[in-house]
């Protein structure tokens, strides 16, 4: 069985040890790397091809700059692109700041942004898989994950499923709280990707939430997501947050946090990054594919351990540090999710996934076509299916109606080249709101972004 990899940036060695791990299950014999900067495509193919023998893969790894020629036959298809790579990313993210907005890659402007430039060349991917591999399965990583697998869902014929490793890891930590194995406790996730709550969490067949809610205090002490929001706050919302709810129940504080910082995550990441490709290439050219694990591991380590520091107002150094503080490979995160998808389609399963997908009546309130961040069932093979949530409560769908509104806006906009749906879906978010804001901020980024923008010519 093939699989083809679209998008080689620095955390594809994530996916491929998820594959190595999982490859009986899936029963892969050929995984092969795609992405349109073919330097980029050869450093981490070596990579990868490296780390896969050390693994003991069975599969065959390489790279394939003709996307066709990539995609031709794959079973699976997992796409995790950067139109504009890591510079893009950065002005995403500092032009909102200029105006007292959150510059965030997902998250307000910065997703709108991001989403304008990537939906075109997804939906140009997904065009491909309908005519060179007609029976994939796409498991988009690609952020935003939530609006870039509503345009997939919309306008192209391809099954598409989005993954997010935020939910999940919200269960197993839960579930280490509680001191249960991961696989015997079931939580009930909804919303959007991005803006979701854990409301129920059963364990054979009992409701723990409201004990949960009221040991939130020692829950707290377990992990700097939880450390976040206020026992008062989750203890009125009567669910668990997910982390990036931060920036709109501390809105001001998320973005006084990243000024004061002086920099933004991208900036850092777009640093990180070009310091690590040289390497990369320079270890790999030299045969030295250890040195080129190790310099990876560094940067990872560095990238993980600062991972939503600035906005919570803490120090964040700009260098790898010297090891990195635990295996990289630990845990499942999304690439765990995405494997567990692809199993859930080729075989039966009891498992429940928190996965993208369109509702179909798991939140009321929200239209059936709409792409919702729920529970779900592996069911018989074929992919996950949404459970039904049941009501959602008026402080959560809210928010939640809103942000959808914007995302339907911002999937108008990057497929027409609309600059009224744009300036629409900018006033609608939550985080923008106004007219002056919305437009000034809009202006920017199509100047910006011109070059990735054709449509808005």
Not at 76 to 90: C, K, S, Y
Request: aromatic residues 6%; contains cysteine.
């Amino acid at each position: 069985m093939k699989m083809t990899l679209v998008g080689t940036g620095v955390r594809t060695p994530y996916v491929l040890h998820g594959l190595a791990s999982r490859e009986r299950e899936l029963g892969l014999t050929e995984v092969v790397l795609h992405d349109t900067d073919h330097e980029r495509l050869d450093v981490m193919s070596a990579l990868g091809g490296h780390l896969c023998r050390g693994w003991n893969a069975a599969f065959a790894v390489r790279g394939e700059p003709d996307p066709r020629a990539a995609l031709a036959g794959s079973r699976f298809v997992f796409t995790a692109i950067r139109v504009g790579q890591e510079r893009a990313r950065a002005l995403d993210e500092e032009i909102p700041l200029r105006h007292g907005v959150l510059g965030q890659e997902t998250t307000g402007p910065g997703g709108f942004a991001m989403a304008l430039r990537t939906i075109p060349a997804m939906l140009d991917i997904a065009r491909v898989v309908a005519e060179v591999a007609p029976d994939a399965l796409l498991v988009n990583f690609t952020n935003p994950v939530g609006i870039v697998t509503q345009a997939l869902c919309d306008r192209t014929p391809v099954r598409a499923v989005g993954v997010c490793d935020g939910p999940v890891s919200m269960r197993a930590s839960v579930a280490e709280f509680l001191g249960i194995p991961e696989e015997e406790v079931h939580a009930d996730y909804f919303g959007l990707n991005h803006a979701g709550w854990i409301h129920r969490v059963l364990v054979e067949g009992r409701d723990r939430l409201p004990e949960i809610l009221d040991r939130y205090e020692e829950l707290a002490q377990t992990e700097d997501s939880w450390r976040m929001f206020d026992p008062e706050l989750v203890r009125v919302l009567g669910m668990l947050p997910m982390e990036y709810l931060y920036f709109y129940y501390y809105r001001q504080a998320a973005v006084n946090n990243v000024l004061a910082s002086r920099g933004t995550r991208g900036g850092q990441i777009a640093a990180l990054n070009a310091s690590l490709w040289p390497v990369l290439r320079e270890r790999v050219d030299a045969g030295d594919l250890e040195g080129a694990r190790a310099a990876w591991e560094r940067a990872m380590g560095t990238r993980d351990a600062t991972y939503f520091a600035r906005e919570r107002g803490e120090a964040v150094p700009s260098e790898p540090g010297a090891e990195p503080a635990q295996d990289p490979f630990e845990g499942d995160g999304y690439e765990g999710m995405a494997i567990a998808v692809m199993t859930s389609a080729i075989r039966p399963s009891d498992a429940s996934l928190i996965v993208d997908v369109p509702n179909r009546g798991a939140i009321p309130g929200l239209l059936d076509a709409d792409v919702v961040e729920v529970t779900c069932t592996a069911g018989e093979g074929g992919g996950p299916r949404s459970l039904p949530q049941g009501p959602m409560p008026d402080v959560a769908l809210g928010l939640v109606q809103r942000i959808k509104a914007f995302e339907r806006l911002t999937v108008e906009a990057a497929v027409e080249g609309s600059r009224d749906a744009a300036l629409r879906a900018l006033l609608t978010h939550p985080l923008v709101g106004t007219y002056p804001l919305a437009r000034s901020i809009l202006k920017e980024y199509l100047s910006a972004h011109a070059e990735f923008l054709p449509r808005f010519a």
